[in-house]
């Protein structure tokens, strides 16, 4: 049975289309397909093994930059089913919208901006859009997935537009945005679907809540310091009573369970009401509004901003992180600095490349660290500099 479908959310079947005509059996739509390509490609599967805040061999337990995606994606459905929106699209963006991201979560994004700094910086979202149109190398007659327009369009604008009177300021380059829209118009000066607004909101959501479930297990602060800072208190009293003999895992885990479901209502909640309020009854009154339709009340983006700052200072300023984290941007500028100075350390793939475009080192040696997992990475250093030290 098809899902049911409000007439501004985005349907499979008036797809805008692929880039390049391609062949299908029929028994999936639209959105199906891209679904099914983003989970089956090889930057998918790397996720698994890349940092989301704790670097990937320091626990079992702790989210890793693929099952952030996967709590993205669960929370994502649930705003999506209830506004009527495409369960798929919204799937498919909340899976796809880190893919990106570089060995070693942001610490490892801001080392290869520092190193780009000349060639336009680096950014995960632009880095997604090219893996996706080109560095994926699965098919016969395309680089890239050629996934449709609509999974594109939502990708590279979840976060806003990024030309025109509302674009989001950036401080990277957006040439291959630029270039691939030359060839596939993907409206950058309008608001995205309302599927790709869900995808930031719902990444705000999950990511702010499981970085609390991940610091407070591995105990780099306690529930006495989050009830200092009276964020939630209400929420904490109520699970303390509830759990007043359990375990504290338990207690950790109904906390993050309430304060989601909280985060969750309130974004549908005000979704609604905006929907209503602005009259929106198609994509193009979507496209055309002049803020985002998808997003938290006053007090829940308080809430949110809260524990932000919250985890700002007791997480991501722990200097039981920030010692790691240091380690891991060292590690990347060196291993970019070695490719550079002895550019046939690269595999022989990437070499390939080179020899077609001699003047484009810095970004391939930036496209071939970007795909690394944070195994591969602290691997990779240390082969290099045997071998660096041996020429």
Known sequence: ?????????????????????DYDLGFRDEFKRDLNRISNCASFRRLECKTQVFINNKGDHHRTRLTHSL???????????ALDLSNDL???????????????GHKGENSLNKMLKAHGGFNHN?????????????????NGLNLTWETLEGLVKHNGPLLGK?????????????????????????????EAQVSSVADDIAYNCHDL?????????????????????????????LGEHSEMRRIIHEMVRRLTNRLVEDVISNSRKKIKVLGI????????????????????????????AFLWEKLHKNEKLTKTTRETEKLIEDLYQIYFENPTLLPRKWCKRLDKDRNNLPMIISDYIAGMTDRFAIRAHQICNSEYRDT
């Not at 209400?234 to 699970?239: K, L, Q």
């Open 126 to 142: 632009v880095h997604s859009l090219k893996l996706l149109t080109e560095l994926e190398e699965k098919y016969i007659a395309f």
């Open 166 to 194: 509302y674009s989001t300021k950036v401080k990277y380059s957006l040439d291959y945005i630029l270039q691939h829209n030359e060839k596939h118009n993907l409206e950058l000066d309008k608001f995205p679907s309302l």
């Open 71 to 81: 709590e993205v994606a669960q929370v994502g459905r649930v705003i999506a089913g």
């Open 213 to 241: 479930d991940d610091a407070l297990n591995a105990k780099l602060f306690s529930m006495d310091d989050l009830y200092g800072a009276n964020i939630f208190n209400d929420i904490i009293d109520e699970v303390r009573k």
């Open 1 to 21: 049975m098809s899902e049911k479908l409000a007439s501004y959310a985005m349907n499979p079947k008036k797809s805008r289309g692929r880039l390049y005509k």
């Open 90 to 104: 919204t799937e498919i963006l909340c899976l796809a919208h880190d893919l990106g991201h570089p060995p070693f």
């Open 281 to 308: 009854k198609t994509f193009k009154d979507v496209q055309n509004c002049d803020c985002f339709i998808i997003d938290f009340s006053k007090e829940g983006q308080a809430l949110i901003d809260n524990i932000a």
